[in-house]
């Protein structure tokens, strides 16, 4: 940085009731798999959705959790006419850390 530029730090203290304590800190509010879980049976089991959305399992994470892919097309349409579509792939969350991701897709969703 040159002399005529400034910059700025933000900084805190944190005391804590005990030197014992386990103190975790989060740049975004967290985003759990109960969260996804639950966002996914109440958005996929609307019955007014069940021409628009599919949700299908693409596999397990090495813990045992479901992978999920949502489908997101006019359903009533011909297999033929689904597979001639074009296509928008979104994916998120692919670290752990990225909770904001999820957030995002909910609402694009």
């Known amino acids: ?35 996804l879980v639950r966002f996914l049976n109440e958005n996929c089991n609307i019955f007014s959705m069940k021409d628009r959305l599919k949700r299908t399992q693409m596999c397990r994470t090495i813990a045992g959790n479901s992978v999920e892919m949502l489908i997101i097309t006019n359903l009533d349409s011909s297999q033929d006419d689904i597979a001639e579509r074009g296509a928008i792939i979104v994916s998120s969350r692919v670290h752990p850390g990225e909770s904001n991701a999820s957030f995002i897709v909910e609402g694009f969703i």
């Not at 530029?5 to 103190?23: E, G, M, W």
């Open 1 to 35: 940085m040159g002399n005529d530029q400034q910059s700025y730090t933000l900084s805190f203290k944190i005391k804590l009731p005990s030197d014992n304590d386990t103190v975790y800190f989060s740049h975004c509010f967290p985003y759990t798999y109960s969260d």
